[in-house]
């Protein structure tokens, strides 16, 4: 049995007034689909579309490159236990080359040991970012040298931004879609 939201989501135009079908339009082309958080969010269009402006920034717009942005998305979403969001960027990880065998350590909240430097400290970074809302001096500046600045704004920008959406879909209860990867 699937769990309902606590409110209908918007599932496309006709759930919404005229003046606003843009920005459905606009989430849909996006994403192909109206779902998850942006379902929720639809509810007040005007915040919708502006989500979506940060959310187009953080993949389009980013120095971090998709596979790695996922990583440490992924492993702040699993270290706060959410699994919509978890379902939805695990298919996003997969889309865009993320190896199994880092996200199966994810998932199972596992020593990142076995897994390559690069993986290995985005990973862990992530983790204590949202284990404990700080990250140790070593950790951070290992990133820093690394990558730069701005790549290590965007990085925690773009992971921290996800318990945002996380929060929007566990206060409406929105399920895990079918057939969506779980913990």
Same mark, same amino acid.
């Given at each position: 049995?699937?769990?309902?939201?606590?409110?209908?989501?918007?599932?496309?135009?006709?759930?919404?007034? +005229?003046? $606003? $079908?843009?920005? +459905?339009?606009?989430?849909?082309?996006? !994403?192909?689909?109206?779902?998850?958080?942006?379902?929720? %969010?639809? $509810?007040?269009?005007?915040? +919708?579309?502006?989500? &979506? #402006?940060?959310?187009?920034? *953080? /993949?389009? $717009?980013?120095?971090?490159?998709?596979?790695? /942005?996922? &990583?440490?998305? *992924? +492993?702040?979403?699993?270290?706060?236990?959410?699994?919509?969001?978890?379902?939805?960027?695990?298919?996003?990880?997969?889309?865009?080359?993320?190896?199994?065998?880092?996200?199966?350590?994810?998932?199972?909240?596992?020593?990142?040991?076995?897994?390559?430097?690069?993986? /290995?400290?985005?990973? #862990?970074?992530?983790?204590?970012?949202?284990?404990?809302?700080?990250?140790?001096?070593?950790?951070?500046?290992?990133?820093?040298?690394?990558?730069?600045?701005?790549? %290590?704004?965007? %990085?925690?920008?773009?992971?921290?931004?996800?318990?945002?959406?996380?929060?929007?879909?566990?206060? !409406?209860?929105?399920?895990?879609?079918?057939?969506? #990867?779980?913990?």
């Amino acid at each position: 049995m699937t769990q309902s939201p606590r409110i209908p989501p918007v599932r496309g135009k006709p759930d919404m007034a +005229a003046e $606003h $079908h843009a920005i +459905a339009d606009r989430v849909q082309a996006f !994403f192909g689909a109206i779902g998850g958080p942006f379902g929720m %969010l639809l $509810h007040s269009p005007v915040l +919708a579309n502006q989500v &979506l #402006d940060v959310v187009e920034d *953080m /993949r389009v $717009h980013t120095t971090v490159e998709a596979p790695l /942005r996922a &990583l440490a998305i *992924m +492993a702040t979403v699993r270290e706060r236990r959410m699994g919509y969001v978890w379902a939805a960027q695990v298919a996003y990880a997969r889309r865009v080359g993320v190896r199994e065998e880092a996200i199966d350590v994810i998932r199972a909240q596992g020593d990142t040991a076995s897994l390559p430097e690069v993986e /290995r400290e985005i990973i #862990d970074y992530a983790r204590e970012l949202a284990a404990t809302e700080q990250v140790s001096p070593a950790r951070f500046e290992a990133l820093r040298t690394r990558y730069g600045d701005r790549w %290590l704004v965007e %990085l925690t920008t773009s992971a921290q931004f996800y318990t945002f959406l996380c929060g929007v879909v566990n206060a !409406f209860e929105v399920p895990i879609p079918e057939g969506g #990867d779980r913990f």
